[in-house]
């Protein structure tokens, strides 16, 4: 039998265009494994290359009370992989599960060819004998300042329990420390949904003022001795040792390299604090003593020599300037006559100094070198060998790189090329040789041919594409990289035309072309059919669809395989259309209708909770009722269509319940808790506020004036907002459209702004320009390699800005990274990195000086900005999708990145994070958000925490049925998230979010609710007075050391700085964080700013000073430059 397929006509009486009857169908399977129907009574057959799989699965026991298990136990046959309701398993096994509920396991197995099979097996999970019951005693009930208790808790007919709101064992016990008498709650909940609590109070009492006392022994030390110090508390709930945390009653073992004094403090429950002192002497017990000597004192040139040295009455010592042990040893190698010298110094800043040289004899004689090449002539593209040696040598290059003594290296030249070896001696004499490397036909021009064989196939086929090229150092083939010389098989979809290019040394380039034609086998077919095709509410029907002369498939608008089956459970009568395409584009179409039977009257719902008030940390319990209803869902999240939930919000928040009918009807009831006095908890947001237009771009300028524009035809409309007047005034239009184009600041503060808007969706721009916030003008600047939608700015450690991706036109990509720099108005294309990446990419400058390309592809890469470029992989994020309109931030050189996804599937909750400062970094998953979301944007805080704000939760690109309004805040020090107040408008798609100066958040926008904004002030802003800046620079350079006047230096905890926002489409292209050294200094702090471009690319900055209390200041603008 050939590997062509072939057919089998059926008897008419038995099979039409769009059904058969499923027991004959499988019956026919069986017989003839590896055969399809494609209509007409035409089964559509190929060799049975594979056996049809086979897949049961059982439980032990079918049936268990609420809190038990069941074991399955599954087999397949002729099978290749398996899964058990869509986890991969082995294809023969077992498992223990434990339902809360009713649950069908169903396990699936595909064979060699693709073909599936399944079996399923349902656990019943009936109710306990009653409602369940909690208890929770605290032993003891009463504790002082510091102390602890333990909670016991128990319950029957319990499924689950929380303890004040966080999940716990139904039966366990805990030791809490309270620092204020507190309440615990626990809450037991049964199968059915209903709870039962149980509270028990832990009072703490006040047992007076704290105290303090602080030792040290001994309270004299040597130089490099040390000391213990002992410290003690009463009534203490906290404690540092000279500003650090410390238990409240310990001990450390100290050795002050000078006379030094320990403060510690004790703090109590009211915030009242006892301090005491000690202090440690260190005395120098003698003038400082240095020697050293070196084994053996005389080597020839490549031998080496042992150091030994010792000091006495001595803090620090080095060697030559380099920092070493006070007594140690080191063995060198020096190419000359080395003098080393060891000075060491005593506590009082006393020194002495000891030295030892090692003399190096040279060889027998002068260096001598000598080079041949092998062979000396090579064709375009071809390799020689270069090998090299020397005498009395002791270091060398090769065309000015060091090379070894002696040695070999295997060079492919472009053109006809002299190596010069130059060995230098001990005494710095140096000898020389040199050897050519011709490289032939680089002379001639190039040629090149290109054939297919055969040059017309049928669809589905294939063709082999042969090139050849002379006196050529580089080829493509339709633009891609391919040797000079070389074959390739393809196998289009449609008629296609390659273009071979060969290119020589001397950059000439000549093309030849081979066509490909695809021709249709006949008109395309489709059928499909439903079995069943009537079912009740909640059940389901197996959709089976083949096609013929097809390449392509989609059902109801999505795409599948060509000939697939598919199980559905649709909740109201619904029409399944399965359309096919050839080669030709010509379509056809079969459809199939499930009718579901069931009541059609809108469902009788209703909610309250219980309380409606509930204090921060408190906790209301949410029922919900239904009549007539098929399914619900509770502020988006499915949920029974009865029931009950224990919520404990952070802020108030409103609670929506959805009950769906089985004919389509929907109906909703609200029910709200409020949290009272929560703004220092939740944070809060204002007022909604009236815009101009939707922000769809937005940026900081660095007079702290807001620039945004909208979306598409009004893309050319900028806009400025003043934060402090919340007024609006006009600017100049930019040069042309400058919707979804890529944006970044420059060192100088100006806003380059690259690609934008054609006016037809996909389609971009190859202008750019610049806006001057200083003159409040719009420059043009030269024009790109093609059009660029959709591209990102990053600006580079030398002030620089990189270009990548977009889109050219027709939805094209872009795939040429560049450069454009701003000194000369030019162009730098990347063109060895050429690489087809997402919209938007989420780019970063890596503490390496390399850009990180963070998603939101799975692939994560670094790009090398020198030379032509380079992309280096560096590996996967560790979620399984996309982060498709995810976003992300960078802080201190590591990177975060949450959500997105959410196209074909819902969102995703979870965040992973990776640290570039690391040997080798690696993505790790951090704590996930409590809700899922794309179209989210990521804001980094003054405290280094990060708020997560918008975006929707459901299916979809931009879903406003499923908005997200609780915002959410990620702290960097615990990798957990907290939900803070919620938003009042949906912000999805073009929605946006800026770090304003003084501390607050904006969030503007969205495609789908238009032209408003809300303003969220973190709790920061609600805890007490701000750290005020009395004078600040206006610009510094790296490393410098420069002052910050302020009256609370004694306060400050952290300085951090954030670079201006410039965001756009979930991804701000500009804001960075970093963490700045600072002491304190007389006036305010010391602060030393970030070494070099790759912590800190030029430009500005807001500066904020943190206190204990984590309240920010209001930020300064601060440059930085080289």
Known sequence: MSSQYYSQKLDPAVSNRCTLHRWLYKQLRTLLPACWLIGMGVLLCAPALAQAPAAGIRANPTSIESGGSSTLTWTTFNCVSADLNGTPVALNGSQLVSPTATTTYRITCRN???????????????????????????????????????????????????????????????????????????????????????????????????????????????????????????????????????????????????????????????????????????????????????????????????????????????????????????????????????????????????????????????????????????????????????????????????VPINGSQTVSPTATTTYTFIATGSSGTTASAQANVTVTGGSGAPTAAISANPTSIASGGSSTLTWTSTNAVSATLNGASVSVNGSQTVSPTATTTYTFGATNAAGVTTSAQATVIVNSSGPPAAGIRATPTSIATGDSSTLTWTTFNCVSADLNGTTVPLNESQVVSPTVTTTYRITCRNSAGATDWGQVTVTVTGGSNPPIIGISANPTSIAPGGSSTVTWTSNGAVSATLNGASVPVNGSQTVSPTATTTYNFIATSSGGTTVSALTTVTVTGAAAVTGQWGPVQTWPFMAAHAHLLPNGSVLFWPSFGNGNNPILWNPVTNSFSTPPKAQFNIFCSGHSFLQDGRLFVAGGHAGIQSDGLISSTVYDPGLNTWTQMSNMNAPRWYPTNTTLPNGDVLVVSGYTTNANYNTLPQIWRPATNTWLGLNSAQLMQPLYPMMFVAPNGKVFAAGPDRITRYLTTSGTGAWTTIGNINYSGTRDYGSAVIFDGKVLIAGGDGHAGPATNTAEMIDLTATNPTWQFTSPMSIARRQLNLTLLPDGRVLASGGSGGFGFDNKNSPVYPTEMWDPATGNWTTMDSISVYRGYHSTALLLPDGRVLSAGGEQTGASAEIYSPPYLFKGARPTITSAPSSVKYGQTFLIGTPNAANITQVTWIRLGSVTHAFDQNQRLNHLQFVQATGGLNITAPANGNLAPPGHYMLFLVNGNGVPSIARIIQITP
Request: some cysteine.
């Open 112 to 402: 060699s060819a693709g073909a599936t099979d399944w079996g399923q097996v349902k656990v019943t999970v009936t109710a306990s004998s009653g409602a369940p019951t909690a208890a929770i005693s605290a032993n003891p009930t009463s504790i002082t300042t510091g102390g602890s208790s333990t909670l016991t808790w128990a319950s029957t007919n319990a499924v689950s329990a929380t303890l004040n709101g966080a999940s716990v064992p139904v039966n366990g016990s805990q030791t809490v420390s309270p620092t204020a008498t507190t309440t615990y709650t626990f809450i037991a909940t049964g199968s059915s949904g209903t709870t039962a609590s149980a509270q028990a109070n832990v009072t703490v009492a006040a047992s007076g003022a704290p105290t303090a006392a602080i030792s040290a022994s001994p309270t004299s030390i040597s130089p490099g001795g040390s000391s213990t110090l002992t410290w003690t508390s009463t009534n203490a709930v906290s404690a540092t040792l000279n500003g650090a945390s410390v238990p409240v009653n310990g001990s450390q073992a100290v050795s002050p390299t000078a006379t030094t004094t320990y403060t510690f403090v004790a703090t109590g429950s009211s915030g009242t604090t006892a301090s005491a002192q000690r202090t440690v002497t260190v005395s120098a017990s003698g003038p400082p003593a240095a020697g050293i000597k070196a084994n053996p004192t005389s080597i020839v040139s490549g031998g080496s020599s042992t150091l030994t040295w010792n000091t006495l009455n001595c803090v620090s010592a080095d060697l030559n300037g380099t920092m070493v042990a006070l007594n140690g040893s080191q063995v060198v190698s020096p190419t000359a006559t080395t003098t080393y010298r060891i000075t060491c110094r005593n506590s009082a800043g006393a020194t002495d100094w000891g030295q030892a040289t090692v003399t190096v004899t040279g060889g027998s004689g002068a260096p001598t070198a000598a080079i041949s090449a092998n062979p000396t002539s090579i064709a375009p593209g071809g390799s020689s060998t270069l090998t090299w040696t020397s005498t009395n040598a002791v270091s060398a290059t090769l065309n000015g790189a060091s």
